[in-house]
């Protein structure tokens, strides 16, 4: 289960998220809501846990506390895998708007349409569409 990190955009994040897959299970609890919580963490703007769950299994995140420094998920892709072409070109577009296309969305040798992106919030994605056959890494061999 992917667990990505925010510097204070999380809530933001996962509503975008959330309304891209059509998700209606988003769930949040703030830093100011969380039992036994310094008071210098109660920051009611941070998310301390925050989830729902994308067409291909849950996706969490949480905002970094307050104060703290952290890196942004360079080094991580959350990958999808939507039914068709046109749904994967869909999720692309609304991702990738505000953001930078790293691959343009489009056919590969392993799927009939595949694309990365980083988002507006920094989230690395891979876009692909289900195989219509399973890869065979023995073929042609």
Same mark, same amino acid.
């Given at each position: 289960i992917p667990y990505i990190h925010?510097?204070?955009?999380?809530?933001?994040?996962?509503?975008?998220?959330?309304? /891209?897959?059509g998700a209606e299970d988003?769930?949040?609890?703030?830093?100011s809501d969380a039992p036994d919580m310094d008071d210098t963490l109660r920051d009611p703007t941070r998310v301390i846990h925050g989830q729902l769950t994308l067409p291909d299994g849950v996706l969490? %995140?949480?905002?970094?506390?307050?104060g703290m420094a952290g890196d942004a998920q360079?080094? /991580? *892709? @959350?990958? +999808?895998?939507?039914?068709? /072409?046109?749904?994967?070109?869909r999720v692309f577009n609304a991702l *990738? %708007?505000?953001? %930078? /296309? @790293?691959?343009?969305?489009?056919? *590969?040798?392993?799927?009939?349409?595949?694309?990365?992106?980083?988002?507006?919030?920094?989230?690395?994605?891979m876009i692909s569409v +289900?195989?219509?056959?399973?890869?065979d890494a023995t073929a042609d061999a």
């Open positions: 925010f510097q204070g955009h999380c809530a933001e994040a996962l509503a975008f998220y959330a309304d /891209v897959f988003l769930s949040m609890m703030r830093y969490m %995140a949480s905002d970094y506390p307050p360079g080094a /991580v *892709s @959350i990958m +999808t895998v939507t039914d068709t /072409v046109a749904e994967g070109q *990738s %708007a505000g953001g %930078a /296309v @790293i691959q343009d969305y489009g056919p *590969s040798f392993f799927s009939r349409g595949f694309g990365m992106l980083k988002d507006r919030y920094g989230t690395h994605w +289900t195989p219509e056959e399973p890869l």
